[in-house]
């Protein structure tokens, strides 16, 4: 390990102030016999062979902290090297008020950007999973479930918590609220009850078919308020398959909470039910 | 005077039982458990984790599927390995000559694995072409028409109308098993099918 002579080419303005080195002077060289004062290490110049070999220290570190602050210190050097510049800063120049060490600032940015990248890849996967598979909520549009939802008209919409878990096997039952996929605008959500299910004739109202057999794997959705509802009434028997969620509580407005009853109005009976 | 003494020695062994059970669990709870415990809560935690990327991946992004049965030869013979991507579904970007995999409409537990062969509003030709008459219809607004490869021997659209668009869960666009037929999917072999709208 041998230092570079030191040269008296470059004028002292340049030379950093209170320069430590960072390797051990040989027995050859006609320096300063006193560790204290140092040899000003030419800034750009790094020393090979000396990583780790700092012969004095004037502060007092922990071991971790002097290996954490020459690590920075040559990571940053040579990072500097590669981009041309000098090197601007030693791992134990003096403090001075107001000048914070760069290496410190940069792994503090470090550190901040490495844990937002792990919250994010935690967080964001598993709040998605659960609102698409456990439970999401809705508010609700539209007058065709008057009086159960949204009775209040345009003033106030009500809040409904969607329960995706309850129909992860596609099972419901007549007389629950359900909300689906639109067979007619697949961007559009609706949300109605169950009228029948697959097996069931129903006395329709207002289909081109007085009564209807619902096929196999289909439901027949209608909306409580008869007449102001696009229902199956229009588009006929319903696929299992666009079942989103069944909608459970009223969450919001807070005079309005409550469960949701499952319950047919006993005019809508399917006129022949299939039993298992 | 019986009694009472039964009943406070059967006390004092009661507390003497507590004292010893709880001290028991204490030790066992300081050295072990804690370890175990701590390395199952961490491995379930790691697995809701990975679990939820998963499903984002498949449910957002695509997947590997295999498709059986004969309805989609020439073009995917049965046991073929594919990939399906579902961001054309999200975005509604599905064209004429797709291949795509769906809910069945009859069964929403199993998917169907067919080409688009009409969109909303388009005429389609649904006699089969043995009859003398043909006959015509519209496929109806959020609705598609598909239609297998293997004419002869597919249960599709012909069969059981056009399926809401909202069944589509994904499409079908490259081929890795067998590796004889590697590569994107080829093109509607039964080209007659479609009618200009």
């Known amino acids: 390990m041998h230092c570079p002579e030191q040269t008296r080419s470059s004028p002292r303005s340049e030379r950093p102030k209170s320069a430590r080195f960072l390797c051990p002077p040989t027995r050859a060289t006609s320096g300063p016999k006193s560790w204290s004062e140092g040899s000003a290490v030419r800034p750009g110049c790094l020393l090979p062979g000396s990583v780790g070999q700092?012969?004095?220290?004037?502060?007092?570190?922990?071991?971790?902290?002097?290996?954490?602050?020459?690590?920075?210190?040559?990571?940053?050097?040579f990072g500097q090297i590669g981009r041309g510049h000098k090197i601007t800063s030693y791992p134990f120049s003096p403090r001075k008020s107001g000048r914070k060490d760069m290496a410190q600032s940069q792994g503090w940015v470090r550190r901040y950007f490495k844990a937002f990248c792990k919250g994010f890849f935690v967080a964001v996967p598993v709040a998605v999973?659960?609102?698409?598979?456990?439970?999401c909520v809705a508010r609700v549009e539209g007058a065709s479930m008057q009086p159960s939802l949204n009775p209040g008209g345009s003033q106030s919409s009500d809040v409904v918590l969607l329960n995706h878990w309850k129909v992860r096997n596609f099972e419901v039952q007549r007389g629950d609220i359900v909300s689906l996929v639109s067979p007619k605008n697949?961007?559009?959500?609706?949300?109605k009850r169950v009228i029948a299910l697959e097996g069931d004739i129903v006395k329709t109202m207002g289909h081109k078919n007085r009564y209807v057999k619902v096929p196999r794997g289909h439901i027949w959705v209608e909306g409580d308020h008869h007449g102001h509802s696009f229902d199956s009434n229009s588009f006929g028997p319903v696929s299992l398959g666009l079942l989103h969620a069944h909608a459970t509580h009223i969450l919001w407005?807070?005079?309005?909470?409550?469960?949701?009853?499952?319950?047919?109005?006993?005019?809508r009976l399917p006129v022949h039910r299939e039993e298992e | 005077m019986f009694f009472?003494?039964?009943?406070?020695?059967t006390l004092q062994t009661e507390c003497i039982l507590e004292q010893t059970y709880g001290q028991w669990w204490q030790t066992l709870h300081r050295t072990m458990l804690r370890g175990v415990l701590g390395k199952t809560f961490r491995l379930i935690g790691y697995t809701i984790q990975y679990g939820c990327i998963v499903h984002c991946t498949f449910e957002y992004v695509g997947g590997v599927v295999m498709c059986s049965g004969p309805s989609m030869e020439p073009t995917i013979q049965n046991s073929d390995i594919v990939f399906a991507e579902n961001l054309s579904r999200h975005f509604y970007g599905i064209q004429r000559g797709d291949v795509v995999i769906a809910k069945s409409p009859s069964d929403p537990k199993s998917n169907i694995c067919k080409r688009v062969i009409g969109l909303e509003g388009d005429k389609i030709l649904s006699?089969?072409?043995s009859d003398f008459f043909k006959s015509h219809s519209y496929v109806p607004m959020g609705h598609v028409w598909l239609e297998g490869d293997n004419l002869q021997n597919s249960t599709d659209s012909r069969y059981y109308g056009p399926i809401p668009y909202g069944l589509i869960r994904g499409r079908i666009f490259f081929k890795i098993w067998p590796l004889s037929d590697f590569g994107f999917l080829r093109d509607n072999p039964n080209g007659h099918r479609f009618s200009d709208d």
């Open chain 2, 4 to 9: 009472s003494g039964g009943l406070a020695t």
């Open chain 1, 186 to 191: 697949p961007e559009q959500k609706i949300i």
């Open chain 1, 129 to 135: 999973t659960f609102l698409d598979r456990v439970a």
């Open chain 1, 253 to 267: 407005p807070p005079e309005r909470w409550q469960k949701l009853e499952s319950l047919l109005p006993p005019e």
């Open chain 1, 54 to 77: 700092v012969v004095e220290v004037h502060k007092a570190l922990t071991q971790q902290d002097f290996k954490a602050r020459v690590c920075r210190f040559y990571f940053q050097g």
């Open chain 2, 127 to 129: 006699s089969s072409s």
